[in-house]
């Protein structure tokens, strides 16, 4: 008599398997709406995110950075981290005038640089970029140049910016262009702060964004509107001005072919950050009598905004999470949807092959550059 086979334990058990794999991704709920308008796609997003708090997973898996030992792996003032295609570091030490290089691993490379006004020589390095030509560009921003150097170190180029003050944050694009503020005195105390895309001789294209400043030594304002900006792979600038929510996507050309609007609720600047930007800057004598502050009730829209490699926007917002540390960062798609809402305690450097770089500091206030892996369950 051939043996019968009970398949009922076999049924459930694959049912709890499709449940287990299932239950791994959340469901889609996003809120918004899409539209275009003369030629123009308008993302308008809710104030929650498509996905819950747990869509988004980070795990460290490498800290560059010993405060005794070694001294390739020790920093005087670390300023900016830069990442290869093949996922090589490259860690800008301000007052060292220098950037590391380590593997993927965290081995140590090479140093490139050193102080100096020669040729390959820098003076206050302010920012790095590795561009698509497979450059390292440097911003010698206390000495006005651009200098530009291969992976492996050798020195190429300088640029000079004899005609503006100063670049902050310059990206490149694959034509070798550049996405830049500068800063134009228009008198001694109106000054121009200036978005622009820029040709490899920093001639300017098109201007992104422009506003005015009154600087006056007898004001201050500590909460003021910036502007931040990255370059997708396809060339495009997404960029934000945080007196609003609302980021626009620029093609080639400059036009606006992409407008990403989120809903939100302003967050009061509390008393105690009022004291401990007093505390900072003038110590516990506090405000001189000859200084006059001025407050905003709100602070802006967000406070830090980047891009990934394919498009991604992490914007950070003022409100803190509950373990009282870490900032909420709004994640919007390359669609510009608004999909999560995740904690993080340190602002992402770059975010690139969903691993994430940043710069943190312990308890003793010791640097260290850290890399996370980014997990999405959707």
């Known amino acids: 008599m051939r043996n019968r086979i009970n398949i009922t334990p076999v049924i459930l058990l694959f049912s709890v398997f499709v449940m287990l794999i299932s239950c791994q991704k959340q469901k889609a709920e996003w809120n918004g709406t899409i539209e275009e ?26 800290s560059i950075g010993e405060k005794e030992g070694r001294v390739e792996y020790m920093f005087s003032q670390i300023i900016d981290v830069g990442v290869d295609d093949e996922e090589n570091i490259y860690i800008c030490d301000f007052k060292e005038a220098h950037i590391k290089v380590f593997k ?17 020589e820098i003076q206050r390095p302010q920012n790095i970029y590795i561009t698509p030509k497979n450059e390292i560009l440097i911003n010698d921003r206390g000495a006005r140049f651009l200098h530009y150097f291969t992976l492996s170190g050798e020195y190429l180029r300088s640029m000079r910016q004899t005609k503006l003050l100063s670049f902050i944050r310059p990206k490149v694009d694959s034509q070798n262009n550049i996405v830049a503020r500068t800063i134009v005195e228009d008198t001694d105390r109106i000054w121009s702060f200036i978005l622009g895309k820029f040709d490899s001789e920093l001639n300017k294209i098109f201007t992104v964004f422009s506003s005015k400043y ?7 304002n500590y909460f003021l509107e910036d502007c931040f900006w990255g370059v997708t792979k396809d060339d495009n600038i997404i960029w934000g001005y945080s007196d ?8 080639r050309t400059g036009r606006v072919v992409r407008k990403i609007i989120k809903d939100y609720i302003p ?3 509390t008393k105690e950050e009022k004291q401990k930007y007093i505390r900072d800057t003038y110590g516990e004598t506090g405000i001189p009598a000859d200084i006059k502050v001025s407050w905003d009730k709100y602070h802006n829209a967000f406070r830090f905004m980047n891009t990934d490699d394919i498009g991604k926007i992490f914007a950070q ?22 999909i999560a809402k995740i904690p993080l305690k340190a602002r992402p450097q770059v975010l690139k092959k969903n691993k994430l770089y940043t710069i943190e500091e312990d308890e003793g206030g010791f640097q260290i550059v850290k890399r996370y892996k980014v997990t999405w369950k959707y």
């Open 104 to 120: 993927k691993s965290g081995e140590y490379l090479r140093t490139i640089g050193k102080r100096g006004q020669g040729p390959g």
């Open 214 to 220: 009154e600087l006056s030594p007898q004001t201050r």
């Open 317 to 338: 917002t003022y409100e803190k999470a509950t373990d009282g540390s870490s900032y909420y960062y709004d994640v919007f798609d390359s669609e510009g949807k608004y």
């Open 244 to 251: 609003k929510y609302e980021f626009e996507v620029l093609n």
């Open 267 to 269: 967050v009061e600047i």
């Open 37 to 62: 308008v003369n030629g123009v796609t308008f993302v308008k997003n809710p104030k929650e995110p498509m996905y819950g708090e747990d869509v988004c997973s980070l795990e460290e898996e490498l």
